[in-house]
């Protein structure tokens, strides 16, 4: 039996609507500690997406970052520490990662992300899917348009949210 993305989808949706401060943006991906969010009108009208990405690009100073500009670099490490094939890269994140925390959005530079709001580093389209998609269609969907989550819509209502990460929960389930 296929599970559907009903079954794996998050029901309660974190929010934002274009007039949003990026401050207050900022704020609510660290304490709900996720990376994207809806942007959403007053009347409940879905409008764009808005992410992590897109407020690390203003805070970079960049509207827009071009593909020349990419650059994503293999990192090597020695055998004898990870037991891996040294010829071959791959890609790691510090073991100290982490989400910030409300105290560090606390103590932004000042002015560093004054007078922006959503609507101006928002991306104004709306990648949906319905509940009913299968999570196999889902993860398609996603990785055909090199997203991160999708939205659950239904009858152009927000019904809830489906990422990358809740795809990877469920083929681990299955």
Known sequence: MGRYVEDVMQREVVTVTPETPVTELLKRLVSAQISGVPVVTADGEIVGVVSATDVVRLGAGEKEISAGKVVWEPLL??????????????????????????????????????????????????????????????????????????????????????????????FVED
């Open 77 to 170: 490490l020695p055998d004898e520490e990870y037991e891996v094939d040294s010829a071959a890269p791959f890609f790691m994140v510090s073991p100290d990662w982490r989400y910030p925390t409300e105290n560090q959005t606390e103590a932004l530079p000042d002015g560093v992300f004054d007078g922006f709001t959503v609507s101006d580093i928002m991306t104004p389209a709306v990648f949906t899917v319905k509940a009913r998609d299968t999570v196999e269609e889902a993860g398609k969907f996603l990785l055909q348009g090199r997203i991160h989550r999708a939205l659950v819509v239904e009858d152009d209502q927000l019904k809830g949210i489906v990422t990358a990460l809740d795809l990877l929960k469920a």
